[in-house]
């Protein structure tokens, strides 16, 4: 069926539209071949609802982005879908999503075709950024890059050769879970001292109210959780810069650990360029400038030569691009 659709559409190739699902918002933008976006919408994601509502808000967003679009909807050659967990692109089924209650076994592309009669898309959330870096953003041109997506968690997506690494079971990438110190904390992935246990916002905001609970045993106007999460990054790492000792040690371990982590990549991996996205990415120079005199300072020196860290340039648009792009530029 999906080939027939796929014949059906190939006169349409105009426009294609990328969805990036995340745990707390649908983002959803409608794309031109030059990785234009004519039109960009979000809605929450509300995902304690379940599967069922979460599937139909992905429908309703869809639709939703089409029409206040203006475009017409024969111009639209199909739709790419990025989901935060582990799924099969080849056979367009999500097993599983942490952040996504209910999401086991899921044949999301199947239903999308269904309901919009176009070819659908899948790809691992952080592999989508990646793809939309290389196609649209800083990493067009270059043929072997590594993508670090730091936010919430810490994704990544390998691009060997020009195309995204899957590897054996479709699972490659997950580059949060390289353990940096093997007496670290617990992790979600049910290891330890995982990099992402260091250098995601979860990991960041855990340590410091490890750190408070630690030093208000026996106050109980101590900062609690919730208080923890209502301070916002930036706050964070600015509060780092100016020695706080509450935080700073907690921030030069997050920047160290990442460079421990991207150095393992640079010498495993031997790649061109290493992109950062994600909220803590968006601490710029503050961010690359300490991790780039880690990465330097410690990686073979023949991972050196041309190696590039940089930032993504697609302004927190790399997941829809490289969603839409598979469209155009896939194996499937
Ligand atoms: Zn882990």
Redesign the pocket.
Known sequence: MVSNIIRKQEKRAKFAIGVDLGGTKIGAALVNKNGDIKKYIKNPTNAQQGKDVVIDRIKETINQLINQSGVNFDNISGIGVGVPGQLDARTGMVYSAPNLPGWKEVPICRIIEERFQVPVFLENDANAAAWGEKIFGVGQGVRDMVCLTLGTGIGGGLIFNGKIYHGNKFAAG?V??I?VNKGGPH?????YG?L??YSSATGIRDRIFDRVKKLNKNNSESLSKSDINNISLPDIFKRARKGDPLVKDIVDDAIEYLGVGITILVNLLNPKMVVLVGGIANEGDKLLIPLKNYVFGRAMKIMLEDLQIVLGNLKGQAGVLGAAALLWHSDK
Do not use: A
């Open positions: 997950e949060g879970h353990i992790c979600n992935c049910g290891g995982c992402e246990t």
